[in-house]
């Protein structure tokens, strides 16, 4: 967001022409790309490296630099190496559910919860018959995990260290108060999914039904 927030000449409105939204869908997307390709970068937020990933980030540095780096007359294919060096890939999500939940007194919550994949680990509590997650399949194991992710070196499995996750629950506020509640399903499509909504309602007035 921190990106698009440099074209408000091109947000899609009854102003604008198919040309501006179409380049800026197209800014959008590309801009989605350069930063997932950081996902591997990323690992349990309480470390030190991985703030420092963070920060960087959110800086004007790196949102100039992906804004340069954009072609407007073309892409890239995700394992070509121009977005990073490690590909992007996709896939379905299997195992999670978000809620997001306001009450009469404007106190706010959004939580998601995981299996992860297909019935998770596939083992039940015998005294539950609740159903173990396999979120320990989002560490590095030497392979891609469930979801297509391709290894990272950020994220091994390490004492204390909790597996890097795409979910992102996600409250925003202003100096009035309570702006929007958001989160999702969808594994490694969460954070785009996330960002495109609150833009679409945010930035663009659209309702949250429209913007969904």
């Known amino acids: 967001m921190n990106v698009m927030q440099r074209y408000p000449d091109l947000y899609p409105n009854s102003a604008n022409t198919l040309n501006d939204s179409v380049l800026f869908y197209h800014r959008l997307v ?24 963070l920060e960087q980030l959110r800086s004007n540095e790196f949102a100039h630099n ?14 070509s190496g121009h977005y990073d ?10 195992g999670t559910a978000h809620a997001s939940v306001v009450d009469s007194l404007g106190n706010a919550v959004a939580v998601t919860t995981t299996v992860n994949s297909y019935f998770g680990s596939k083992v039940m509590s015998p005294r539950t018959g609740i159903l173990f997650n396999n979120q320990m399949d989002d ?9 297509g992710i391709p290894v990272s070196d950020s994220n091994w499995v390490t004492a204390g260290r909790r597996p ?7 409250i925003f506020t202003d100096n009035n108060g309570l702006r929007l509640v958001i989160g999702g399903s969808g594994g490694p499509k969460i954070t785009t999914a996330v960002a495109s909504v609150s833009m679409r309602n945010l ?10």
């Open 85 to 94: 060096k490690t590909p992007v890939f996709m896939s379905e999500d299997h």
């Open 30 to 53: 590309e801009t989605y790309k350069y930063a997932f390709a950081k996902r591997s970068h990323l690992e349990d937020s309480q470390t030190s490296k991985v703030l420092e990933v």
């Open 139 to 147: 560490f590095t194991t030497g392979a891609t995990n469930d979801f």
């Open 164 to 170: 890097l996750s795409s979910m992102c629950p996600t």
């Open 66 to 79: 992906v804004s340069a780096y954009i072609d407007d007359s073309q892409t890239f294919k995700s394992d």
């Open 203 to 212: 930035w663009f007035g659209e309702n949250i039904k429209q913007a969904i």
